[in-house]
């Protein structure tokens, strides 16, 4: 099956405070790439699964905490283009009725909890050749997808955007922020929101991502718009998610409405030159809202 999907649409902005500080806002719906795989977890797998596809490997392994969009785009991924997969689940026991790993399951992926000292190892080069000898034929993807292979597919993701004079992202694990760094033309500045605290530690895990990132200084990662941490928000940043519906842009409360919650208080602050257009990427992760409607959180 050819690993392809349509590229998403651009949506522009209209809105009061854009018109009064003239700035031109579209956002890139990468949310709308396809119903289940969206966002950035798309364009991040896009390229490990065709690894895997070229390679007839048929065993995908990856990481991710109970909630993770990661989990819930893999899982979808492997049933879609026949893959089997297992994911490690941060946790002592996996809640059965959560909706994300509920819907993992209904994709036949296995889930492993792991406790949080084990999970920890996830990264370490001992640990990983310990799961490869033990699932033979097998990739493993790191947490939230972002390596070598992510970032090609996010270049792709810059290509279409050469019309912008600004990029802006949610930052996660810096795979979508160090793809837009390659793909975008050097003239476009490219801003990284940080979703979690004390991220300044992603700028050296750029370095190593981005070859670019070292050579020109048209990026920033922005780490004061972090909301308290990594999942945490208030109830000001999920009113502004709730208003934007009026603008037709469904948005979650840890990843692109963040983003899109510190973009405005940017221009509310006079951040952007009049007259500047800005492309803003919608980087999917609406199936998390069931998950934060089950904890009873919004």
Partial sequence: MNIVLPES???KITHPLLSHHNISLTVKRDDLLHPIISGNKWRKLKYNLIHAQQNKINHLISFGGPFSNHIHALAAAGRIFGFKTSAYIRGPELDNQNPTLRFAK?????????????????????????????HPNCLIIPEGGTNSAAILGVIELAQTL???????TPVGSAGTLAGLIEGAHTEQKIIGIAVLKQA???????????PKSNQYNNWQLMTQFHGGGYGKFNRELWHFCQSMQAYHLPLEPIYSGKMFFALFELIKQGYFQSGTK?????????????????CGRI
């Fill in 278 to 294: 800005i492309s803003a990427i919608h980087t999917g992760g609406l199936q998390g809202i069931a998950g934060l409607k089950y």
């Fill in 200 to 210: 300044e530690y992603l700028i050296e895990k750029m370095n190593q991502l981005s």
């Fill in 9 to 11: 649409p651009l949506q």
């Fill in 162 to 168: 050469h019309q912008a004079d600004v990029l802006v």
């Fill in 106 to 134: 209904s994709c036949d992926m296995r889930l492993i909890a792991v406790d949080r000292i084990t999970y920890r190892q996830k990264d370490d080069l001992g640990y990983l050749a310990s799961l490869s000898a033990k």
